[in-house]
């Protein structure tokens, strides 16, 4: 791609988002194939990334790829140039693998990179189907198949100028390492552990809906699923009656919109999932629903909501990645921030209030993303970057950009 100039590399890539968009559904089934997310709902996460992938095109002709900084008064002149890294490693997970590359790819073409793409070994049907579908000069776009054995030598090989990884925090550290041993920079998305804040002022049977919603879609498999809910006691009884009444929707293998559960992507994370639930109903958690591993073929999970949940069960500290809301009641909205903030994770967190000042304090939450008053909310120019144990690099908006290439500044002396 660095042989072409941007102006060729845009038009190849414009050609991607319009292929990609004439095999939406195909790509929708085998997403659902491999890890049981519901068609209708694959399909939506597809077109938006569709959709950010044309914004990306926008921003792409109007990065400063190339950008005379010279001053006035100075002597000569300073051209900054954005140069490709060369090779980039992408390391994409299994929950939503088609809006992940679509989510990570361009700018790293844009930028004149090739990429080495390494989908997880649970969902390789539909990222080898996309790399088929790909109008690219040949190489510029490489397909790698397999487990850790197939990712870390791709992350630690000397030709690789960019590990960009997103996926647990076990793997996303053995990933950095292998950068940081060559000298090389990483970007790295990992877990999350998302709180939600519930005020004593909102609307309890709107917000109950938004709080299922982004507990249970995907069957909870998302990075910034809300798994941490801290709710006002003066709404408290109100909420959890809505919430329990709202995981009542999320019927088991349901495909019918999009809302219902697919199955969790195996059986070791089923069991994780469980593991949790137990756990924390041994240490004296309470659940309202679900919770209960159910019989027959696959791998299927039942929306659960639990109280009585404490800061030092797994539930609370680790990254369940199932659809599972835990309550705790707080007594106010400084206690919702303080609890929020009792994690070791910084991906994500959701406020929903209307009070002005609260609203203001929902930015003391140390979290890459924080939502008021709706969950995945967009805003094309959003740029962030995890805290702790949630990843390492800055992403969206400009910054996607910025990780692409490497600046280089070249000095032209003045001369007489």
Not at 1 to 15: N, V
Not at 43 to 50: S, V, W
Not at 148 to 173: C, I, N
Request: contains cysteine; negative net charge; proline residues 6%.
């Amino acid at each position: 791609m660095a042989a072409l100039d941007l102006t060729e590399r845009l038009a190849l890539l414009a050609r991607v988002a319009d292929t990609v968009e004439e095999h939406v559904t195909e790509l929708a089934r085998l997403e659902n194939l491999e890890m049981g997310k519901p068609v209708p709902l694959a399909e939506q996460f597809i077109a938006g990334g569709i959709a950010g992938w044309r914004q990306g095109l926008e921003r792409a002709g109007t990065y400063p790829f190339a950008a005379d900084v010279t001053v006035p008064g100075e002597s000569g002149r300073t051209v900054v140039e954005q140069r490709p890294l060369r090779v980039v490693g992408l390391i994409i997970p299994w929950n939503f693998t088609i809006t992940s590359i679509l989510g990570s790819l361009l700018p790293l073409l844009a930028a004149g990179n090739t990429v080495v793409l390494k989908p997880s070994e649970k969902s390789p049907l539909s990222a080898a189907r996309f790399v088929e579908l790909l109008d690219l000069p040949p190489g510029v776009v490489n397909l790698v198949h397999g487990d850790a054995r197939a990712g870390r030598p791709l992350a630690a090989h000397e030709d690789v100028a960019l590990p960009h990884f997103t996926g647990s925090v076990e793997a996303g550290r053995s990933v950095g390492a292998a950068a940081a041993q060559r000298l090389q920079r990483s970007v790295l998305e990992l877990g999350g552990n998302a709180p939600v804040i519930v005020d004593a002022d909102v609307d309890v049977a709107a917000t109950a809906q938004a709080v299922a919603f982004s507990s249970f879609v995907n069957s909870g498999q998302i990075c910034t699923s809300s798994e941490r809910i801290y709710v006002h006691r003066a709404v408290a009884q109100e909420f959890i009656a809505a919430l329990v009444d709202a995981a009542g929707a999320y019927a088991l293998n349901a495909d019918r919109d999009g809302t219902g559960l697919g199955p969790l992507v195996d059986e070791t994370q089923r069991s994780l999932v469980h593991a949790h639930v137990a756990e924390a109903v041994e240490l004296g958690a309470t659940v309202l629903c679900g919770g209960v591993v159910p019989d027959g073929p696959g791998f299927g999970y039942p929306a659960t909501v639990l109280t009585g949940v404490t800061a030092d069960m797994r539930l609370m500290r680790e990254e369940t990645f199932g659809p599972v809301a835990p309550v705790v009641v707080v007594d106010s909205f400084d206690e919702a921030i303080e609890l929020a903030n009792d994690t070791g994770f910084g991906l994500a967190a959701t406020v929903y209030t209307h009070d002005p000042v609260h609203q203001q304090r929902a930015g003391d939450i140390r979290a890459a993303l924080v939502w008021i008053n709706a969950w995945q909310q967009g805003g094309v120019n959003a740029t962030y970057e995890p805290w702790g144990l949630s990843g390492v690099g800055a992403t969206g908006a400009d910054a996607s950009f910025d990780a692409a290439p490497r600046p280089v500044s070249v000095l032209l002396a003045a001369t007489d």
